[in-house]
């Protein structure tokens, strides 16, 4: 019997596929005219259709005239956002050219509605450049309600309209140009693209301050016209001045960055390195054509491969080193390290389409030849500075060793090794990771509400008990050493990020990552806060691709219990505390403060804060990741100063609201 039902099905299915076979023929295939397939699949063009996509159409036009700067074209580039929140962008370069062009439409309309289309495919146009798929101006074109482009050059200024990618007007000559020459473009965000239209003045002033950095000499102007507010960037120093800025609140070993740059064949690198003596962690942003590489690539393995041998070379050749001292490795030397490394090439090869890292070959001896000579330079004419450079690596590998040593001794005792689950964990049924989700839960009671209240078919819980360690300012050994971490990573099952781990657990494999949710839930309170920056702090740290992945968030478990007896309604604030109560139209209104999850019983946190069709989420990004680095080294660093100085000017900050 088991076996005919087996057969029918098989048959039944067949069928079915006959059929599916059958409706997908010729008149399947559908073609999507001119920018229609951005409009279809925005998301492939610019990455999503949150606040990151819509600010990325700034980067696009405003990396358009960074790439007239890098030519020697232009020398400032002015961003308006309007009360309207459009955007006009304005460069003093060349201008996009017009004129009848072999498709038989004029160049500006060609470089605004066709994609892969532009001067940076032939050579001739641009010799080094950011965007090279040619996709920028026409994506931003196709996802606004209009766009209005102006181009001054050849003596006129010509402009031409669109509307949703297609041209309103044919490219018309405006007026004489004067003295005036550039490019500026206006666009308004299509709404009906995007889950937010407004714009944010320090998102763009963030990204508006790197490009001052990496392109020396270049005036960057960001005004606010719904608010009334300017910034302008211009850095003479370049990335020295970069270095500086990330440690300004850094004790820094050396006074003054190490700063290398040379040119080898078409090929143009630059590299401001400087020390700090406060802090474990190092600090590489590396570029290549003004792109953030974050997932590094050959210009960093030349760079390392420099660092490590020059001052290996040096520190015996000067006797910083005695001969009883084993040779730096690149951890040692790294340590405590803020370094900036941005390369300009013709042809750059990146790997995948994301361009996180890149790949051209050529560039890694480019790189570590000329940081290798020039970082000698430097440790040869300042002797001292590079003497304590060497000790500050030495101690790091001393500290290394004795991590390594108590690391085997955790690890003998079972910190990462066996398939058994921690006892602490409630796991789900699920064994899909793209279906389960890890809550962690700060407290036995809260966690004992949240086991109660789960859908258990999905939803794991994992209870914090106390506070977790500040993984800022401790060493492998004991991070490895606490049982809440050492819990979180078995349950987990990716392992840790840690290059000291070389014996195969250091390796973090997002692969193996049993949820891909997983929500930090606390209290709404200080000591909440103060545990979800902790977790945070982790994960930042440790598991940095959970994050990249977009699998970590936070809970936004409520405030407030608003209730008539009849009608519940719940609130996370006390304005909507306040709307809640005023939406009842009776006085009868019952109003419970909740001060933590455990008074929270297992239906309540179930309808507020796990059910997938009530809760609401914050979802844990990194948007910048200078910044992101800077915030936790401040604000979870050894150093004390650097954080008090925050909590003074936040508090003025408050004081002045209040008033």
Request: hydrophobic share 35%.
């Amino acid at each position: 019997m088991a076996k005919k039902n087996a057969v029918a099905e098989v048959t039944g299915t067949s069928s079915r596929a006959k059929k599916a076979t059958s409706d997908y023929g010729a008149g399947s295939i559908q073609v999507l005219e001119g920018l229609e397939a951005v409009r279809k699949r925005p998301g492939m063009y610019i990455g999503s259709t949150d606040e990151r996509g819509l600010h990325h159409l700034v980067y696009e036009v405003v990396d358009n005239s960074v790439d007239e700067a890098m030519a020697g074209h232009a020398t400032r580039i002015v961003v308006i956002i309007h009360p309207d929140n459009s955007i006009e962008v304005s460069d003093d370069g060349r201008g996009v050219p017009v004129g009848k062009h072999s498709t038989g439409k004029d160049a500006l309309e060609v470089v605004h509605t066709v994609l892969h289309a532009g001067g940076k495919f032939g050579g001739g146009g641009y010799k080094v450049s950011g965007g090279l798929h040619g996709v920028g101006v026409s994506v931003v074109n196709a996802l606004s309600i209009k766009l209005r482009v102006e181009s001054a050059r050849d003596g006129y200024v010509w402009s031409q309209e669109y509307s949703r990618g297609v041209p309103t007007t044919k490219v018309v000559k405006v007026s004489p140009s004067g003295t005036r020459r550039g490019t500026t473009t206006r666009f308004l965000p299509d709404p009906e693209m995007f889950e937010t239209t407004e714009y944010s003045f320090e998102t763009l002033a963030n990204r508006l301050r790197e490009s001052a950095y990496l392109n020396k000499g270049l005036w960057l102007t960001l005004i606010d016209k719904r608010a009334d507010r300017e910034a302008t960037f211009y850095f003479q120093g370049g990335i020295v001045s970069f270095v500086r800025h990330l440690n300004r609140k850094r004790k820094v070993t050396h006074d003054r960055p190490v700063y290398i740059e040379g040119v080898e064949g078409t090929t143009s690198v630059e590299v401001a390195l400087q020390y700090q003596s406060d802090s474990w962690s190092e600090t590489l942003l590396a570029y290549a054509n003004n792109i953030n590489t974050v997932d590094g690539g050959t210009h960093v393995t030349g760079f390392r491969a420099a660092l490590t041998s020059a001052l290996n070379d040096w520190g015996r050749k000067n006797g910083a080193m005695k001969e009883s001292d084993p040779n730096l490795t690149g951890e040692d030397v790294r340590e405590g390290l803020t370094a900036i490394i941005s390369v300009k090439l013709v042809d750059p090869q990146f790997e995948g389409q994301t361009k996180a890292k890149l790949g051209t070959a050529a560039v890694k001896g480019i790189v570590q030849t000329l940081v290798n000579k020039r970082l000698t330079q430097f440790l040869e004419e300042n002797p001292a500075d590079g003497r304590e450079v060497i000790r500050q690596s030495l101690n790091a590998a001393r500290g290394r060793e004795a991590a390594r040593k108590a690391k085997e001794l955790v690890m003998r005792k079972g910190a990462l090794e066996g398939s058994a689950l921690p006892g602490k964990l409630a796991d789900c049924q699920e064994r899909d990771p793209a279906k389960s989700e890890l809550y962690i839960v700060e407290g036995e009671s809260a966690g004992g509400s949240a086991k109660q209240g789960r859908d258990r078919r999905f939803q794991a819980i994992f209870p914090l008990r106390g506070k977790l360690l500040n993984v800022e300012k401790a060493r492998i050994d004991k991070i490895l050493g606490s049982d809440n971490i050492r819990t979180l990573i078995t349950a987990l099952g990716a392992g840790i990020q840690d290059a000291s781990m070389e014996d195969g657990n250091g390796k973090f494999d997002l692969a193996k990552i049993r949820y891909h949710r997983i929500i930090i839930m606390t209290d709404a309170d200080v000591d909440g806060a103060h545990i979800r920056t902790l977790l945070l702090t982790f994960f930042y740290r440790y598991m940095p691709a959970v994050i990249e992945a977009g699998f970590l968030y936070i809970a936004q478990p409520p405030l407030y219990r608003i209730s008539t007896g009849k009608e519940t309604k719940y609130a996370g604030n006390e304005k909507d505390r306040d709307l809640a109560i005023a939406s009842f139209k009776t006085k009868n209104v019952s109003v419970q403060r909740f001060k933590g999850l455990g008074e929270m019983n297992a239906e309540q946190l179930w309808e507020t804060a796990m059910n997938p069709e009530n809760r609401v989420f914050l979802q844990a990004r990194i948007e910048d990741a200078a910044v992101a680095n800077e915030v936790f080294e401040m604000l979870m660093g050894e150093r004390v100063e650097p954080r008090r100085d925050f909590i003074k000017a936040e508090a003025r900050k408050v004081q002045n609201l209040d008033v």
